[in-house]
């Protein structure tokens, strides 16, 4: 018989875990009712962090300092005429010649042949000329005298003619072998220092090939090798300061001569030649000088290389919207690159914001924030 005293709990420990159960299934309750509930909105995004710069276009002067070397103005390549193998070689790199001095020779023993037999064949005609020209007198007078025949007179004549011809010809045989021989002999066509070899004694030269290279005394240019895009715009003056590389102090000016119809493939330049006025000795043949050119000054405007993007057509830059901040990608005409700048002459005008730093992270009409000081 179980007795039940009123007022305690029936089953203390029971009830206990009952309670723990109904806590936990309203905690799962509330969390699905949570998840039912409308999605927590994410935080905003920070605006993009920029540096821009406002547009200003200033007058900039172009000046152009480029290295060149002295060269004569005209230059000869001296080679022989004919072929043969070189004997002798009397003058180096360097040297001052006279026009007229032996510079190399070449050996003889065919052309001094050729002298000897030519020689040999004209003493020949010589002896048939002599006797066929005593058997014409004979004829002669015996024609006179009514002795001899028409016919042998005319022949002796005939062989008188051959002989005479055959005479001729073997004296310019002789001029032709003594003039091969001359042609073995090289020497300077003017006065005029020597600037390079390109053949040494005991070297066999065929006709034609250059053995010498002179730069004829009188004037001297200076040659450049101009970037093509130098070229388009006119400089103010022809008129150029020439420096000499070693010594500043050394100046002359120099007036544009000549500018190759072509450019090399290779550098992109082209090669431009000026005359020296009035050289000083100082600018001596291949000394490297310094030419400095002035271009009148151009409105511009000067940004930092760090602004500059690519698009589609070109160079670009990022312009900030003033009243929304939002970017736009913008083309540019950009006149040249200088050191960690590039100057611009068309796409922008004066007072818009550039961005200046951070526009490798921006879209077309993201919003931006300008960093502290900015625009500048």
């Not at 000026?274 to 043949?285: Q, T």
């Not at 879209?363 to 625009?375: D, H, L, M």
Request: charged share 20%.
């Amino acid at each position: 018989m179980r007795v039940r005293l009123s007022g305690l709990p029936a089953n203390p420990v029971r009830r206990s875990k009952r309670r723990a159960g109904v806590l936990i299934v309203g905690l799962v309750a509330l969390g699905a009712l949570t998840a039912c509930g409308p999605e927590a909105s994410a935080p905003p995004r920070a605006n993009e962090l920029v540096k821009a710069q406002k547009v200003s276009f200033q007058p900039i002067a172009r000046s152009v300092s480029m290295a060149g070397t002295v060269a004569a103005r005209v230059e000869s390549k001296l080679s022989f005429r004919v072929a043969g193998r070189i004997a002798e070689r009397r003058v180096d790199v360097g040297d001052h010649v006279k026009a007229g001095d032996i510079l190399a020779t070449i050996e003889t023993p065919e052309q001094v042949a050729d002298v000897q037999a030519a020689k040999a064949t004209l003493l020949s005609a010589e002896a048939t000329l002599a006797q066929a020209q005593s058997s014409f007198n004979r004829q002669k007078q015996l024609i006179e005298s009514g002795f001899t025949t028409r016919s042998s007179f005319d022949s002796a004549e005939e062989q008188l003619r051959t002989a005479e011809s055959s005479v001729d010809s073997a004296r310019a045989d002789v001029g032709t072998a003594e003039e091969q021989l001359s042609l073995t002999i090289l020497k300077a066509d003017a006065d005029g220092v020597i600037t390079a070899r390109d053949a040494e004694a005991g070297q066999v030269v065929s006709a034609a090939q250059t053995v010498f290279t002179l730069a004829q005394d009188g004037a001297r240019d200076v040659v450049f090798d101009v970037y093509e895009a130098l070229l388009t715009d006119t400089p103010p003056s022809d008129h150029v300061e020439i420096r000499l590389l070693s010594n500043p102090k050394v100046v002359t000016t120099a007036v544009v001569r000549e500018v190759a119809p072509t450019f090399d493939a290779a550098t992109g330049t082209v090669r431009v030649k000026m005359s020296l006025i009035d050289p000083p000795p100082a600018m001596s043949l291949g000394s490297a000088v310094i030419g400095k050119g002035d271009w009148a000054a151009k409105n511009l405007i000067v940004l930092p290389w760090t602004s500059l993007s690519a698009g589609e057509a070109g160079p670009t830059v990022w312009v900030i919207d003033p009243q929304t901040n939002a970017v736009s990608q913008r083309a540019i005409t950009v006149e040249r690159y200088t050191t960690g700048e590039i100057l611009v002459s068309g796409g922008l005008k004066e007072g818009e914001l550039v961005v200046t730093a951070g526009g490798q992270f921006l879209r077309e009409g993201q919003i931006v924030s300008i960093a502290s000081g900015e625009p500048s």
